[in-house]
Nanobody, 122 residues
Framework: QVEVKESGGGLVQAGGSLRLSCALS????????MGWFRQAPGKEREFVAA??????NAEYADSVKGRFTISRDKDTVYLQMNNLKFEDTAVYYC?????????????????WGKGALVTVSS
């Protein structure tokens, strides 16, 4: 049974920081590329960031470049979010797949978490 579980969401003021974490159980973590997506109210889910299996390659959406950093260690992937803006308010979903292109596109991703709510107050 594969489980993807996010943690670390919450309420923060604009300009503040927050870190999301995501763990993958039931599989060998090192064999999975990991990503973060988000969905704001009334909008479609969008790609935020992704990191390759070994951690050597990372991709970011233009809207978060320079503010968000994705990283991973032996069993957890992180999304450090700095200088948060009101428009970053969304439910953030962690994604896991052995296919890098699935992770950066969000298309046919095998495993999703249930989401963590991030609310940025203006």
């Amino acid at each position: 049974q594969v489980e993807v579980k996010e943690s670390g969401g919450g309420l923060v003021q604009a300009g503040g920081s927050l870190r999301l974490s995501c763990a993958l159980s039931g599989r060998i973590f090192a064999t999975y590329a990991m990503g973060w997506f988000r969905q704001a109210p009334g909008k479609e889910r969008e790609f935020v960031a992704a990191v390759s299996r070994g951690g050597g390659n990372a991709e970011y959406a233009d809207s978060v470049k320079g503010r968000f950093t994705i990283s991973r260690d032996k069993d957890t992937v992180y999304l450090q979010m700095n200088n948060l803006k009101f428009e970053d308010t969304a439910v953030y979903y962690c994604a896991a797949d052995q296919n890098w292109y699935a992770i950066i596109s969000g298309d046919r991703v095998n495993h999703w978490g249930k989401g963590a709510l991030v609310t940025v107050s203006s």
